[in-house]
């Protein structure tokens, strides 16, 4: 398998397995996000609850002394044992007074049947007094017990209040009665209502007495059995009200509650009893925070999750991004040597090939010169002939002379063989230049003397073709090269003008020598065809020759193009406006001061 396919299958294994255990982080998160809030939420409500508690509790209990307190004052005593005694006149405004300073709702007094004697609204037009009340369960409890409690519907008001209630004995102790005290809770549960929070209370018969939300008064939590029912219609505790279900519903956790705009609400219903017998406070938490909550700590958990997934792949792309930029340039260093290493060998083989090639041409020059020497060997052998046939002949009459004692005549006769033995001398010895090795070290060169002595050695020739030769140079023109090169290019350029003309009606060349932009400048013309301008430049190629198999080898210029550069000149071919070749050769000048040096 290839290593990305690998890497890809291993991507998606990772994507896989994050999308499997995805689900199953997002319920945890979810649920510990939601108990957590829930503990929190309990906490929370077991403190409110406390306050609730404490508050209901505190606003019952400060009037408990005050129904004992009635009892044991003398005039209700007595009135116990009068009861139609104008005393009821006093104590009524006693309980007046009493109800006002201690912020009662009511105070009142009954005797041993019920029937209401004074009250502390006596004044009002549903003054309790006269009515009978022994109904009520406070007033049988007092009777029975000395002490009674209720709550109740009050039946003349229609106000809800918690009766407290204490028995009286009269002055002499054959008439009892019982001391009321209504405790008012609605400002209490005005202050509940203001709080915003949900909270009830429920009584023994789980009906909810007081409550934060009207909707929920009067309402029973459980179904009511017909014994319970029959009581509250015997003691008539909520009086004319209809009591209906609460109509909750109770799942595993919370219960759903009716909600004043009709919709229903789920809630955690935390209870504490209360010190009134059967009375349990209800404090309510709502769940929809709680699932909020935990749906936040899951998109919370989500987005981490996301974070780390893309967090992973963006570090897994960039170390594979960093392995494929080392390759690469690991690669790249590889070809880079690679290509080193085949530059170094074509060097060498290069460096072969130019050794080679520098040897093929020294053995070129050496056969050129040979081939020139060839010439110069027929030009030689016929320039000898004539000086030997002359100096043959002066040597035989010599002896004539000599033998006719006229020794004149024969001095003058060996005087000529000796100019001619001379002359024959320096032909050889010119052979002699030409074929010695140039110098390394460039020397001063008289070109003019070289022009001489190259036309001395073609003369022959020169003759025999019956070309016309035009000189034209100083007699000295000294530039920095070697006697040997310098002959070896006027041979050649020489040469081909005398092979240029060989078929011209009335041959003729012209040697020029100036001097020009610091050098000497020699110019060779020729009457002969020229050449075709796609020729020119083609002439200094090696083995570039038009002439005859055998006649020509094509390396003539090529040679002279070598020298002439190697003594730093130039050389250059044209055709002549009268249509003949014309070549022109520059070399610098040798220069005193630096033979000096
Ligand atoms: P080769 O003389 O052996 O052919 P060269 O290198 O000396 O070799 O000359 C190359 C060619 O240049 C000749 O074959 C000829 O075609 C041309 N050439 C040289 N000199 C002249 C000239 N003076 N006039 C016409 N053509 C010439």
Redesign the pocket.
């Given at each position: 398998m290839q290593k990305s396919d690998r890497s890809v299958w291993e991507m998606r294994r990772i994507w896989l397995v994050g999308f499997l255990l995805l689900p199953f982080l997002l319920v945890l998160t979810a649920w510990l996000g939601f108990s957590h809030a829930r503990e929190q939420a309990l906490q929370q409500a077991d403190e409110r609850l406390n306050l609730y508690a404490s508050s209901f509790e505190g606003a019952i209990n400060k009037y408990d002394y005050l129904p004992w307190m009635i009892t044991q004052t003398p005039d209700v005593k007595r009135l116990l044992d009068k009861p139609d005694s104008p005393l009821a006149d006093n104590i009524n405004a006693f309980l007046a007074r009493t109800r006002s300073t201690s912020l009662a709702d009511e105070i009142y007094l009954m005797d041993a049947q019920g029937q209401t004697l004074a009250s502390s609204n006596y004044q009002e037009a549903e003054s309790f007094i006269g009515n009978n009340y022994r109904f009520r369960p406070y007033f049988t409890d007092a009777i029975r017990s000395g002490h009674g409690e209720f709550f109740a519907i009050g039946t003349t008001t229609g106000l809800p209040g918690y009766f407290l209630s204490e028995r009286a004995s009269s002055q002499s102790g054959e008439h009892q009665g019982v001391a009321v005290v209504k405790v008012d809770l609605e400002p209490l549960q005005a202050d509940w209502q203001l709080a915003a929070e949900k909270v009830f209370v429920s009584d023994t018969n789980n009906i909810i007495v007081l409550s934060s939300q009207p909707q929920w008064k009067y309402r029973y939590i459980d179904a009511l059995s017909d014994n319970q029912l029959d009581d509250i219609r015997r003691n008539r505790q909520f009086d004319s009200i209809e009591l209906k279900p609460l109509g909750i519903k109770r799942s595993n956790y919370f219960q759903v509650m009716p909600e004043a705009d009709g919709k229903t609400a789920g809630y955690l219903n935390k209870t504490l009893e209360l010190s009134r017998p059967g009375w349990t406070i209800h404090y309510l938490v709502p769940v929809s925070p709680l699932y909020q909550f935990a749906f936040l700590t899951a998109g919370l958990v989500l987005i981490l999750y996301i974070l780390c997934i893309t967090g992973v792949l963006w570090m897994r792309e960039r170390s594979r991004r960093a392995q494929a930029a080392l390759k690469a340039e690991q690669r790249l260093r590889a070809l880079n040597d690679s290509l080193e290493d085949q530059v170094i060998d074509r060097t060498a083989e290069l460096e072969k090939r130019t050794s080679e090639l520098q040897r093929i041409q020294r053995e070129l020059v050496q056969s050129e010169k040979l081939a020139a020497l060839g010439i110069m060997a027929a030009g030689l052998s016929h320039e000898l002939n004539q000086p030997l046939t002359a100096v043959r002949t002066y040597a035989a009459s010599g002896r004539k002379l000599l033998t006719r004692a006229l020794y004149e005549q024969v001095d003058t006769a060996l005087d000529k063989i000796m100019t001619l033995t001379s002359r024959m001398s320096d032909i050889t010895s010119q052979l002699k230049v030409f074929v010695r090795q140039a110098p390394a070290q460039p020397q001063p060169v008289d070109w003019s003397a070289r022009i001489d002595f190259v036309l001395e050695m073609l003369e022959h020739r020169i003759n025999q073709q019956q070309v016309s030769i035009q000189a034209d140079y100083p007699p000295q023109a000294l530039i920095r090269g070697d006697d040997a090169r310098i002959e070896q290019v006027l041979v050649?350029l020489l040469s081909?003008?005398l092979?240029?003309v060989s078929s011209t009606p009335d041959p003729h060349v012209s040697i020029h020598l100036s001097e020009t932009n610091g050098g000497w400048q020699l110019q060779v013309e020729?009457n002969?065809?020229?050449?075709a301008p796609e020729q020119i430049k083609h002439?200094f190629e090696p083995f570039?020759?038009?002439?005859n198999v055998g006649q020509?080898?094509?390396?003539?210029?090529?040679i002279c193009y070598g020298l002439v550069q190697d003594l730093g000149g130039s050389i250059r071919a044209e055709c002549h406006a009268k249509g003949g070749?014309r070549f022109e050769v520059w070399l610098p000048l040798y220069e005193h001061k630096a033979t000096a040096a």
């Open positions: 050649n081909n003008a092979d240029a020729d002969g065809p020229g050449f002439l570039y020759s038009t002439k020509g080898m094509g390396l003539g210029l090529f070749a």
